[in-house]
């Protein structure tokens, strides 16, 4: 029928495989946004290949099995709820995602001869992650419904790769410097919370 078709009821019937997919898809298209965002001379399709296997094979996987165990163990949207689904979630899974993306992208650069570029990946912007990825689980966790979830962190990890990009352009990964550059008036009260 018609109504297969449509995103949302395939999203229903089909849960694990369109948010698995759709985040696989996602967090590849964040690397590429972020190659085009760059101006690299060429694409590096091996380097957006390494993205989606390990967004494909673990990250999809485990924020899909992952969302699923809080909301069982953590069922409904209460602030007590959702503040021990997010206390959990920014606790546990949040060092191992990133652990494991890091690690995977290692390995997928070594496995493929990539070994230059592997100094590249280490810089981490921690300050800015700790203030973007919590927010996103809050509304994650309060605004979506339980089938789409893994498919928001998808978009999140889409939009984070695309900062990362524009951060690293302009030589700072911290969100305040970002800030201000987007808003010159903005700057000096901008580096007057940031020291």
């Known amino acids: 029928?018609?109504?297969?078709?449509?995103?949302?009821?395939?999203?229903?019937?089909?849960?694990?495989?369109?948010?698995?997919?759709?985040?696989?898809?996602?967090?590849?298209?964040?690397?590429?946004?972020?190659?085009?965002?760059?101006?690299?001379e060429r694409i590096d399709w091996k380097h957006t290949r390494n993205v989606a296997i390990v967004a494909i094979s673990f990250h999809?996987?485990?924020?899909?099995?992952?969302?699923?165990?809080?909301?069982?163990?953590?069922?409904?949207?209460?602030?007590?709820m959702v503040f021990r689904k997010l206390l959990l979630d920014q606790s546990f899974a949040s060092p191992l995602a990133t652990s494991?993306?890091?690690?995977?992208?290692?390995?997928?650069?070594l496995l493929y001869g990539d070994i230059k570029a592997l100094d590249d990946e280490v810089r981490f912007p921690d300050k800015t992650g700790l203030m973007y990825w919590p927010f996103m689980q809050f509304l994650n966790f309060v605004l979506m419904p339980l089938y789409m979830r893994t498919a928001f962190m998808g978009c999140c990890a889409f939009l984070w790769a695309t900062f990362l990009c524009f951060s690293r352009q302009n030589g700072d990964d911290n969100i305040w410097f970002q800030i201000s550059t987007l808003s010159p008036k903005k700057s000096a009260y901008v580096s007057l919370i940031c020291e």
């Open 1 to 40: 029928s018609a109504s297969f078709w449509r995103p949302e009821q395939a999203a229903k019937r089909f849960p694990w495989l369109a948010n698995v997919t759709l985040y696989g898809c996602l967090f590849a298209g964040g690397d590429l946004v972020h190659q085009l965002i760059a101006q690299k």
């Open 60 to 80: 999809g996987n485990f924020n899909y099995f992952w969302l699923r165990a809080l909301e069982r163990r953590f069922p409904g949207k209460s602030a007590g």
């Open 100 to 109: 494991v993306f890091y690690t995977g992208r290692r390995e997928m650069r």
